[in-house]
């Protein structure tokens, strides 16, 4: 078993306090003092661990990204039926809070990120790539099963869901209120059924 | 005629020169120097016309999203039916960049506003307010014209539009690369003619 050292746990946990400061923030809007309130260190106990305050930026958004998909990605095998697996991905995206405070970070992030400052944004291309991808070999595995209309494009499926449940968040956070995620959940649902699901004939 | 004074005049090419720096780098992320270099002018001569960074990022955001409003309205009149008026948008949403460097105004302050700062919180929730009952509108004008299936809620229709593009947008500016938002508008086209559309028989 790998030790690990005490350098390590405490790397970890500067991510892990720096995290919701950054999501919710965002890297510009993330003061040092913010950072050494959050993690309890002075600037040189923060910087002992990290060159810059862009790594430890980067760092956070990968634990905070880790941390969505984690309560995003459903509980139930995609082999089970990619429309209920689908479906239940679309309802946990909206039922279930990121564990990190202040929403989505790759919404977050991008926004923040699309204008300069590669090295995140390199970070959160990546996972919108990993996230886009992993719907998408979902809809293309049921397809080779039979469970999918043979003309359907599995990358537009993907993208089209995560499109609109990110631009529903956005949309979401800043009415107060989950109006806007349940219409699109409802049109979400209704698209797989009656587009993307072979027929029951 | 009312005149337009002098400092009323300085006001305005301030409010134009800040609006791309706002829409590029974010509130927090538009230093005074960055907005003195865009103006031209120093500190003083700024804040003699604003009473804080907030006013001016405030009224920037309104600026850059009537300027983004008036690319992505269509020039034809939604009379003339809002299947086609509709689809007319999403293309000039798509086709057109917003004349105000940075992207849309209001994905991009919707996400640094959504946890915190009050002032550009209400205006850009005023903004998607203003941009849904528009959408909405449109949608249940044609209802009473008898255009649209009467089982459709113009809301609905309205929401998931304004989504799919916001959040196709985000993901089309991270992979610089419009695929995302042509495989939403191919969506969203063909749900206003199979499923919103009044079928004709």
């Not at 599995?154 to 869901?161: D, G, H, I, Q, T």
Request: net charge positive; aromatic share 6%; charged share 30%.
């Amino acid at each position: 078993m790998k030790k690990t050292t005490k350098g390590q746990q405490t790397r970890r946990r500067i991510v892990a306090e720096a995290a919701p400061i950054f999501n919710q923030r965002g890297y510009e809007g993330s003061s040092l003092a913010d950072l050494m309130k959050a993690t309890g260190l002075e600037k040189g106990g923060i910087y002992r661990h990290f060159s810059s305050k862009e790594e430890l930026a980067a760092e956070a958004f990968d634990y905070t990204w880790a941390e969505a998909r984690r309560v995003r990605l459903p509980d139930i095998d995609s082999e089970s039926g990619a429309i209920t697996w689908l479906k239940a991905l679309i309802a946990n995206f909206i039922d279930r809070r990121c564990p990190v405070a202040g929403g989505c970070p790759l919404l977050n992030t991008a926004i923040e990120a699309d204008d300069g400052n590669p090295i995140l944004r390199a970070r959160v291309s990546k996972a919108l790539r990993g996230w886009v991808a992993r719907l998408q070999t979902v809809v293309a595995d049921a397809a080779a099963r039979g469970e999918i209309r043979p003309d359907i494009d599995p990358k537009s499926v993907a993208v089209l869901v995560v499109a609109a449940l990110e631009g529903g968040l956005m949309m979401t956070r800043l009415e107060r209120s989950d109006e806007t995620l349940r219409r699109v959940q409802e049109h979400l649902n209704r698209y797989l059924d009656t587009e993307v699901a072979m027929s029951k004939v």
